[in-house]
């Protein structure tokens, strides 16, 4: 079985191949087109080649197909916006914006090093199709910090992180960064969200009650350090 699906992206028309022969996807790859091999009945297909499966032709709908397209042309999913800002996935040529700043530890590295960013995008986004977005002012098209979920715990609760870059603090950003976050994951994954907050970090405490979280239980590390878990009310 043989399918072509266009799907046109910021314009640009791309041609997809579904297909669950062998040779009509090794063809299509080396001509430079995305493909998506589709499992059919065999139990185990030699699809090797094809990243992207799927089972039926009614799971490869226009925004399945549009992912695949954006993962193999390294064009970023859009997660949402506002009408100030852009919420998407980071991008390569995002290593020069990204500000440094003092409290910066080593997994915010990743975001200003270019090689780290790049293997960071194929292998979170890649993989997991979630993480840390790049927070885009809109008027000027430039990075203003990162929002986002950095890990899902062993009960499926995805955690919320934000990063506003210290120029642009106070302003707002966060808040509607987060809150495209909160519905991204409403629609996609509907599973609870939590957050892990500093005691000392009065202003993420005010943003977090401001978005409908509440502390539900008070922790201490081994060397006294102090932080909250919000969860939702």
Not at 53 to 73: C, G, H, I, K, T
Not at 104 to 120: G, I, K, T
Request: glycine letters at 6%; charged letters at 30%; hydrophobic letters at 40%.
């Amino acid at each position: 079985m043989v399918l072509e699906q266009e799907i046109i992206i910021e314009g640009i028309p791309y041609s997809v191949v579904i297909s669950d022969e062998v040779e009509t996807l090794l063809a299509a790859k080396a001509a430079g087109r995305v493909i998506v091999g589709m499992a059919g009945k065999e139990e185990n297909p030699p699809l090797s080649m094809a990243r992207y499966l799927v089972e039926s032709l009614e799971a490869a709908d226009n925004l399945y197909l549009e992912r695949v397209v954006r993962r193999q042309a390294h064009l970023p999913w859009v997660i949402g916006e506002s009408r100030r800002i852009l919420l998407r996935e980071f991008t390569c040529e995002d290593a020069d914006q990204v500000l440094q700043e003092p409290e910066d530890q080593d997994a915010d590295r990743v975001f200003y090093e270019p090689d780290r960013l790049s293997a960071y995008i194929e292998s979170q986004y890649g993989l997991f199709e979630y993480g840390l977005w790049a927070v885009v002012e809109k008027e000027r098209g430039k990075v203003i910090g990162k929002a986002g979920i950095t890990r899902v715990d062993s009960q499926g609760k995805m955690e919320l992180a934000y990063h506003i870059f210290r120029p642009y603090r106070r302003q707002g950003y966060g808040e509607e960064a987060c809150r495209i976050v909160l519905q991204y994951v409403k629609e996609a994954y509907d599973c609870p969200v939590y957050a892990v907050l500093e005691a000392e970090n009065n202003a993420s405490r005010t943003l977090l009650e401001k978005l409908g979280f509440a502390v539900m239980e008070q922790k201490c590390s081994e060397s006294g350090h102090r932080y909250y878990l919000y969860e939702p009310c």
